[in-house]
């Protein structure tokens, strides 16, 4: 099964920090009886925990916030206090999936957002179903690995009839894991969390930095409270007017472009590299290649997710080069480890479970629900847009939520904010995951005078640290001083 998370490169490709909370005193406002008791970062496994400057907590928020006194789940929150002495307040992080663990991310992100935190603390957290915040596990590390093997594009009867019994079976898994929580993991949901994490602390309205997947959850944040958006930045912008079908050709696009682009660096003919690239998979299909990985083969759906990871950054692309060439002579050991790296395998067999808490928020965000037979005739147009990642994508469509456990909420999120603060909305025309025309719809549907739209004509996903100087500066302006840039700004 393969869906391409819509999740900060950065956090596809780079060692997680795992944190988890020790006891501490409280030093934050308690607003509609809400509180985080900030402590230590404690390590986690092997893992060790983050600098001293770094405080974990949990906040407790209602499980059906439709029934608030029902119950309530814990939410792990990570923050580091600003380093000046003009404070601004806090700065809440998303770094997209749906699945990412901020606990894990934010760490890490702090060299980018070096000079955010001289004026915020830098907060993030694990959303409801994620890591530390009651995370979803659907499967165990052998049922993993033997999913691997599953046709992901089947040619017959049987590959299909399997595909959809192995869907129709993680579902399951997701449901004996979470329990009641599968169904009150939705974005809305962690929107309403967001407000409730604003309240605890301190503050009057949420300044916020979503990628990925993360801007999706801003723009429903903006929508649901309109008058306490503060200061938000979108960057690599979801298309919230797609349906799932639309987010799959979407995908299907940005991925072809960003290959596209890769293969003119190379000095190839994109039209001819894809083909080339599109038969090679077709016969890894048929025979997976080996690999120095002990009992383990690579097969289309692992090479395909190892062609899929370097494409987030174009710092990843030599390493692509390599990989293909590999496999063009038989091995697929650079793929498989590129693969690996994507679904968080270890060299101990470990899976992360990034894929199970994005599946299980997506499906019961989207209401659409695809047929086999509905995919099968769309398939030719996806073909078309793409012979190396149509295929995929196309059947995603149908197995991703086929059988789901709980229905889903609607065809696309609202994200209109009539009222709300100006939003800044980057997209990255070279984007892969998310492109680019995504960030114009967001600032559409936002509203006029909300959405201001920054571009940028560069490549990989998401623009800020990316290294171009004007991104950079256009969005601390806006952060730090409050300053709306003119909407259309382009940064070449």
Known sequence: MTRFARWTALAACAALLTAGCSGGGSDDHDRGGTAIDWGRCEASGDTPAPGEEWQCGTLRVPLDWSEPDSGTIGLALIRAKATGDDRLGSLLFNFGGPGGSGVSMMPSYATTASKLRERYDLVS??????????????????????????????????????????????????????????????????????????????????????????????????????????????????????????????QTRGFQRALDNYLKSTGRDPGQGSREIAELLDRIDAEPLPTSSKGRELTQSLALTGIVLPLYSKDGWPVLTSALEAAEEGDGSELLALADGYNERDASGKYGTTTHSQRAISCLDDKQRMTAAQTEELLPEFERISPVFGPFLGWDTAGWCHDWPVPGQHDSPEVSAPGAAPVLVIGNTGDPATPYEGARRMADELGEGVGIVLTWEGEGHGAYGSGSDCVDSTVNAYLLDGTVPKDGKVCS
């Open 125 to 250: 957290w694990d959303p409801r179903g994620v890591a530390a915040s009651e995370g979803i596990r659907c499967r165990d590390d052998e049922e993993i690995q033997a999913a691997e093997s599953v046709d992901s594009t089947p040619d017959t009867p049987a590959e299909e009839q399997a595909y959809l019994a192995d869907a129709a079976d993680f579902g399951k898994g997701c449901q004996e894991s979470a329990g009641e929580l599968l169904a009150h993991v939705s974005t809305t949901d962690t929107a309403r969390d967001m407000d409730r994490i604003r309240q605890a602390l301190g503050d009057d309205r949420l300044n916020y930095f979503g990628i990925s997947y993360g801007t999706e959850l801003g723009g429903v944040y903006a929508h649901l409270f309109p008058k306490r958006v503060g200061r938000l930045t979108l960057d690599a912008v979801v298309d919230p007017s797609a349906d799932t079908v639309g987010h799959a050709e979407n």
